[in-house]
């Protein structure tokens, strides 16, 4: 199992323009999958922890209790990238399972965790209803604490959280009320932020993680509407 690890983010990709960055977590990781393995040295024990980071989900491997895998030739555990909790898991356990078929290991007890958290329904993980899935599209929103008159755009939006992408997000915690140009029109919403982050990394722009509060039947048809 060949693999090139790229030096900046630590996962395996095709070329430079693929590249997400650091790829570091906004909340803290959980485990998401877990298997016993015969080695020629007795039973150990690989898991998978998975962590929102942004708009995408981190997966790292883990031999228990506190050992992470490292990307060979680079510095840095080795990590996978995906658009869901479910899709950076997968790639992780796949990799696990040709590690143990190069090396004629045998895996027993393979077991796959419930994901117990969401980050504020935009950021869909493992087990979430398809009506919470993230809708990738950049539209003009105005926000702002009092009134919305600070401008910004969406990166995605989901029936019950919005990704805010803007030079001065707002502080954890801070209400928002927000006047998203949807279909032509102009939507009232109103919700908090849950997480922010001011840096610029390669394909992640600075922005805020919005939880909606009782959105309105305009705006969830919208959602319900896009591709």
Aim: proline residues 8%; hydrophobic residues 40%.
């Amino acid at each position: 199992m060949r693999r090139e690890w790229c030096p900046v983010c630590c996962t395996s990709h095709p070329n430079g323009s693929d590249c997400p960055g650091e790829v570091l977590p906004t909340a803290p990781e959980k485990p998401g999958w877990r298997v016993n393995v015969t080695t020629t040295e007795g039973i150990e024990a690989y898991g998978v922890l998975v962590a929102p980071c942004d708009d995408v989900w981190r997966a790292r491997i883990m031999t228990f209790p506190n050992v992470l895998w490292r990307a060979p030739g680079v510095q840095g555990t080795m990590k996978f990238v995906g658009g869901t909790a479910n899709e950076a898991v997968e790639q992780a356990v796949e990799f696990i399972r040709g590690h143990c078929r190069e090396r004629g290991l045998t895996m027993r007890g393979e077991h796959t965790l419930e994901l117990p958290f969401e980050i504020g329904g935009w950021a869909p993980g493992a087990g979430l209803a398809a009506s919470a899935q993230r809708k990738i599209r950049f539209l003009p929103v105005r926000f702002g604490v009092v009134r919305p008159s600070e401008l910004g755009g969406t990166g995605n939006l989901s029936e019950t959280g919005i990704f805010i992408i803007t030079e001065t997000p707002m502080d954890v915690g801070n209400p928002l009320s927000m006047l998203l140009r949807a279909g032509g029109e102009d939507v009232d919403l109103g919700g908090q932020v849950i997480w922010m982050t001011k840096e610029h990394r390669v394909g992640r722009p600075p922005g805020m993680g919005i939880r909606l509060a009782t959105p309105p039947a305009d705006y969830l048809d919208f959602v319900r509407a896009l591709a």
